[in-house]
T-cell receptor, first 114, second 113 residues
Framework: GAGVSQSPSNKVTEKGKDVELRCDPISGHTALYWYRQSLGQGLEFLIYFQGNSAPDKSGLPSDRFSAERTGGSVSTLTIQRTQQEDSAVYLC????????????FGQGTRLTVV | AQTVTQSQPEMSVQEAETVTLSCTYDTSENNYYLFWYKQPPSRQMILVIRQEAYKQQNATENRFSVNFQKAAKSFSLKISDSQLGDTAMYFCAFYNAGNMLTFGGGTRLMVKP
């Protein structure tokens, strides 16, 4: 595609429900990042995929969070048993060489847990 | 682990004037890349400028330039002739091979008419 695509753009869910957030990176990009951004705040690293290497999951805040990347392309971030503190914008980015070149960002998914 | 620090949470500047945003980082690596990203209210992150650590010359992109001080581990962004459209959050970021892209906490810039 022309850019990084994230869906849905907005998601409102009830506390305790599971949610899945999707990221379609730019075709051919080997690196994919997930970040979380609370309102007006900085970027909190969640997880990093690079090619066929094992993902760097060091930023996942709890075992309720998981992510996978199928076929080296599309990625899904799953949050189980959502809590109100999970409310944030979830940003996905991809790059062709892990960071040597520009990382392109999607427009994010705004998650609201009520 | 690499860390990136932006010490100015908020800044403001009058339209047409110049403003400098600060960024420092901590690394033991010698080869790395530094970036400034802009995030306007639309939420879309946009690359503003990039600097390779092995290059001594400071990067410049139109009204945007950096002051890269490798020994001091400092990477400030200068915006000249500020425009209303420059109002945004600005993030400094660090990358080196084998690691992930690490962002600073951001600086919110307001350009006033």
């Amino acid at each position: 595609g022309a850019g990084v695509s994230q869906s849905p753009s907005n998601k409102v869910t009830e506390k305790g429900k599971d949610v899945e957030l999707r990221c379609d990176p730019i075709s051919g990009h080997t690196a994919l990042y997930w970040y979380r951004q609370s309102l007006g705040q900085g970027l909190e690293f969640l997880i990093y995929f690079q090619g066929n290497s094992a993902p760097d999951k060091s930023g996942l805040p709890s075992d309720r969070f998981s992510a996978e990347r199928t076929g080296g392309s599309v990625s899904t971030l799953t949050i189980q048993r959502t809590q109100q503190e999970d409310s944030a914008v979830y940003l996905c980015a991809s790059s062709s060489q892990g960071g040597l070149t520009e990382a392109f960002f999607g427009q994010g998914t705004r998650l609201t847990v009520v | 682990a690499q860390t990136v620090t932006q010490s100015q949470p908020e800044m403001s500047v009058q339209e047409a004037e110049t403003v400098t945003l600060s960024c420092t980082y901590d690394t033991s690596e010698n080869n790395y890349y530094l970036f400034w990203y802009k995030q306007p209210p639309s939420r879309q992150m946009i690359l503003v400028i990039r600097q390779e650590a092995y290059k001594q010359q400071n990067a410049t992109e139109n009204r945007f330039s950096v002051n890269f001080q490798k020994a001091a581990k400092s990477f400030s962004l200068k915006i000249s002739d500020s425009q209303l459209g420059d109002t945004a959050m600005y993030f400094c970021a660090f990358y080196n091979a084998g690691n992930m892209l690490t962002f600073g906490g951001g600086t919110r810039l307001m350009v006033k008419p």
